[in-house]
């Protein structure tokens, strides 16, 4: 599995995968090195309980 941080505030990657096609490019990189699964990682989203 392979992962690309899609957010600016990546601790990662420093944002370095924000356009579109830096994206893309990188999960074409991550399935030819191996990967069977891509996932793009967006800003995390925590939810709070329902009132």
């Known amino acids: 599995m392979g992962v ?24 074409h990189r991550l399935l030819a090195a191996g990967a069977d699964v891509v996932e793009l990682g967006p800003r995390p989203v925590i939810l709070a309980p329902s009132r």
């Open 4 to 27: 690309v941080n899609v957010t600016a505030d990546s601790f990662a990657d420093r944002g370095r995968f924000l356009a579109p096609t830096a994206a893309l490019t990188h999960a």
